[in-house]
């Protein structure tokens, strides 16, 4: 009785590619959380006319990463690769057949992305998104010596188990539960109240929905660059060359996973400990309270170019605490208006009239600031308005 051929193994991508395209649908999620927050707070005419520009960003970056998705990552998605002796299996939506002999030359893009091109011009790309890629250029190299220079095949074959490992610990992201736990879930939550209950004392939070959006955006960042940073130098200076020295020593590819735990989980400590760090100076220096914004005109009477960037001290929102506005300021209210404060509550001021937008505009009569206003110059530099606090946005520090 013959007995069955035994298969090659299956290279399939990684399985936790779709974590990432699972954290691009979470960022589109809040990406549309925040244009939402903003048409209901300035509503959809003057957020298309003073926030053109960042919508037409936005735009751009919905259809450039849903056609990458739609008409090219989901079908390389499916795609496993098989190497036999004297030919590549490809399957796919059909099965394509890549015979050794038939190869034309081998190249070298970049890290670990390599493709193969056929005598009819034909190209096949190979890279660590794929399970054990170093196994497609070894089988190339058993096949074919002639296409690879012996100087190359070895040291891009290190480099390609080296990528091979570290795709296969991003597996591990979520591995160390309490760890990871206190990282991704916690760390946030607790960053937010503590935020919070600082900056509540000291600062006037007139809109909660957009103060909180950007405390999130602030959390996940300092997690994202921490856990990409230690991921990095920890490839580098320790398991890159642990991986180099072994196979100095040895043909054996195999990671020691008591090792690698051990390393990743107390990076994670340390990760944590950063991330806290990091966390500290932005509550320290009120950083999440400063934002930019770019000039859509020229405001000649406050000597303002159209397109300079303004940076905006958003703790600069209230006339009776810790950040208190002064006569002279030049301040950002209501749906992004540029104006200069001439007088706060309790001052006096000309008397003032209703325009037809209800704004109240100054005359020869005067008259003391209502409680809860400040008197602000707009940008015509002839008319004054009487602004609520909670119209305040921050003001202008450059």
Request: net charge positive.
């Amino acid at each position: 009785m013959d007995l069955p051929i035994e298969q090659p193994r299956i290279l399939r991508h990684r399985s936790h590619y779709k974590l990432y395209i699972l954290g691009f649908a979470i960022f589109s999620v809040l990406l549309i959380a925040f244009w939402g927050l903003r048409f209901h707070a300035d509503g959809l005419r003057h957020s298309f006319t003073n926030s053109s520009g960042d919508l037409l960003f936005t735009g751009l970056y919905f259809l450039v990463s849903g056609s990458f998705y739609f008409f090219w990552l989901r079908f390389r998605l499916k795609k496993s690769i098989q190497v036999f002796p004297d030919h590549l299996l490809i399957h796919g939506k059909t099965k394509d057949v890549v015979k050794f002999a038939d190869i034309e030359s081998v190249s070298i893009v970049c890290w670990s992305i390599f493709y193969v091109m056929l005598k009819d011009g034909t190209k096949h790309f190979f890279s660590s998104s794929f399970e054990r890629a170093d196994y497609v250029w070894e089988g190339i190299n058993r096949a074919r010596p002639d296409l690879i220079p012996q100087a190359q095949f070895e040291p891009y074959r290190l480099r390609l188990v080296q990528y091979d490992h570290h795709q296969k610990r991003k597996e591990w992201f979520f591995k160390h539960k309490m760890i990871d736990f206190f990282n991704w879930f916690a760390f946030p939550v607790i960053f937010i109240a503590i935020a919070y209950l600082f900056q509540s004392q000291a600062v006037q939070i007139h809109s909660s929905g957009p103060y909180f959006f950007r405390l999130l955006m602030f959390a996940l960042l300092i997690l994202l660059v921490t856990a990409f940073t230690y991921s990095i130098v920890l490839k580098k200076l320790v398991f890159d060359r642990t991986i180099t020295s072994k196979l100095e020593h040895s043909e054996l590819k195999v990671r020691d996973l008591e090792f690698e735990g051990m390393v990743l989980q107390r990076s994670k400590v340390f990760q944590l400990f950063t991330a806290i760090l990091i966390f500290s100076v932005v509550v320290k220096f009120d950083l999440n309270l400063y934002s930019l914004s770019r000039i859509k005109e020229d405001v000649a009477s406050f000597k303002l170019k159209r397109g300079h960037t303004i940076l905006i001290d958003n703790r600069y929102n209230c006339i009776s605490c810790r950040f208190k506005l002064t006569d002279g300021d030049f301040v950002v209210f209501g749906r992004g208006t540029i104006g200069q404060v001439l007088a706060v509550e309790g001052d006096m001021v000309a008397q003032v009239s209703q325009d037809r937008r209800g704004r109240m505009i100054a005359s020869e009569n005067v008259q003391e600031v209502p409680r809860g206003h400040v008197a602000i110059k707009v940008a015509n530099g002839q008319d004054v308005v009487l602004v609520k606090i909670e119209e305040l946005i921050g003001k202008i520090q450059n």
